[in-house]
């Protein structure tokens, strides 16, 4: 695994794992939007995220996203403009 996959799956786990900060914009963000969104974040980098996770995996994924309001629509809404890992780095983390 390259050390891009390594840091794009660590920010999946977090993403899992946390909840974002108060204030930190819309959480309101469904399960298809983080599977879209983790979709599109590997795209950047040229990976398929479904081959490399499977499909239940990143369903349980996007779901746990979702619940857990885990990227905010401002984070999303400039990921998903994002055409390159560096213009994704701007958009800052997942939660703000």
Known sequence: MSITQTLI?????????CTGTAG???RDVSAAECRAY????????????TAMMGQAQLDRDAATC???GSV???HLDCAMKA???????ECGLPNT
């Open 9 to 17: 799956a660590a920010s999946l786990l977090f993403l899992s794992a």
């Open 72 to 74: 905010t629509r401002r």
């Open 83 to 89: 055409s390159s890992m560096q213009q994704l780095q």
């Open 38 to 49: 983790y979709v599109h974040i590997y795209e950047i980098n040229g990976e398929d995220i």
């Open 66 to 68: 979702a619940e857990h």
């Open 24 to 26: 930190s914009g819309s």
